[in-house]
Structure formats: C-alpha cells, structure tokens
C-alpha cells in the first residue's frame, strides 16, 4: 500500500534559520502531495500541495517541489520565525482515495 | 465558510465506559473521514463516508467501533466499550472532491481513557 516517510524530530532551529523537512513516498500511479500542519491544541491544516510532477507548491513562505525522480517532497523554508513551531506532516493520496500520513516532524524554533 | 465542527474538544472515560464524538462537515462535501491520532503518530483512518454510505472501514476496529451519517451530513464515532490504548485525538475531516482538493480537519476530540 501506499506509504510516507518522513524525518524524525524534533528539529530545533533558531529564529530565522534555513528549514528543510525530508519527505518521501511511495504509491501506485500519481499522487496528489500535501504538507499539513499542526500547531499546538489545533487541528490539522492544509499547508500546501502538489497534484504532478514539477509542480511547486507554496503559502506563508514554505515551499515543496514534486520530484517524481526520488520520489520526494521535501518541506522547506528560508528563514522561520517563532510562529512556525509546529508538528509538519507530509502526506500523499491518489483520485478518491484516502490521504496516507506521514508520523509527523515537530518543528521548534527558539528566539 | 465555516469550518468542520466536532465535540466534544476533550472526553475523559474509564476503561469499558462508551463514548461517541459528533462531527458536523462543511455544508456540501459529499466525503467525510474519521480519523484516529494517537500521541507521537500521523493520523490513522478509520471510516471514509461518501454522503451517507461507507466507502472504506478496513481499520475500524468493528467489534468496539461503530459509526454512521445520517442522511450524509453530521457524523458520529461511537467506541463501546474503551480500552486503555483507544486514548488519542480523534479527528473528523471533510472534502469537496477528489483529494488534490485536500481535507478540512475539525480540531479533534482529545480523548483519554483512565
């Protein structure tokens, strides 16, 4: 079955510093790829997706490409801030399937 | 638009005692998921709705987990009776069409069986 793996956390960063979260799939076909996040007390919400290859997807600074080549969709961000602390889960799916998840990365990001 | 609601936010019950959550999805998404995060893991599914029918429940543990939408709208996940390692958040999510739409997540209901 389809599948995703991420790294282990936590990753600490100091305000301001260069984030990269590792993601990798594997699935039948093409899926569509999302990172989610999951701030403290809250629910998940939909950071950004990719539905094909080469596509890039963005919001409030993060970026991740669709790598069909190794399979990955790796999170990154230039410079995070305090805010950003967070749990970040990478996740794949494909037509009306279920959305696989990855176990999560947390993010801490000290001042 | 409003968001996908559940209750309650937390539930604390005793091993064997029932408990049910409530989701009500955002109005017009035909497809409905509950899933199960336990403290440390990516979330689990359990149950997939579309509208009022079952469309996946591989992973719903049947002989204590039961759930239902009536009339394709609100949902509720019932466990009955509760075993210690049922403790975890318990997420209800809503989308309006295929999943490059991605899911709407309600805040979860925090559960911890004592």
């Known amino acids: 079955g389809d599948s995703v793996t991420q790294m282990e956390g936590p990753v600490t960063l100091s305000e301001e510093a260069f984030l990269t979260i590792n993601c990798t799939y594997t699935?039948?076909?093409?899926?569509?790829l999302f990172w989610y996040v999951q701030y403290p007390g809250e629910g998940l919400q939909l950071l950004l997706k990719a539905t094909k290859a080469d596509d890039k997807g963005s919001n409030k600074g993060f970026e991740a490409t669709y790598r069909k080549e190794t399979t990955s969709f790796h999170l990154e961000k230039g410079s995070v801030q305090v805010s950003d602390s967070a749990v970040y889960f990478c996740?794949?799916?494909?037509?009306?399937?279920?959305?696989?998840f990855g176990t999560g990365t947390k993010l801490q990001v000290i001042p | 638009e409003a968001g996908v609601a559940q209750s309650p936010r937390y539930k604390i019950i005793e091993k064997r005692q029932s408990v049910a959550f409530w989701c009500n999805p955002i109005?017009?998404?035909?497809?409905l998921y509950w899933y199960q995060q336990i403290l440390g893991q990516g979330p689990k599914l359990l149950i997939q709705?579309?509208?009022?029918?079952?469309?996946?429940d591989s992973q719903l543990p049947k002989d204590r987990f039961s759930a239902e939408r009536l009339k394709g709208v609100d949902s509720t996940l019932k466990i009955q009776p509760a075993k210690l390692e049922d403790s975890a958040v318990y997420l209800c999510?809503?989308?309006?069409?295929?999943?490059?739409?991605?899911?709407?997540f309600g805040s979860g209901t925090r559960l911890t069986v004592v």
């Open positions: 996740a794949s799916s494909g037509g009306y399937q279920k959305v696989t």
């Open positions: 699935a039948t076909g093409y899926p569509s």
């Open positions: 109005s017009g998404h035909a497809t």
């Open positions: 999510a809503t989308r309006a069409g295929p999943t490059n739409y991605g899911y709407t």
């Open positions: 709705f579309q509208n009022n029918g079952v469309v996946d």
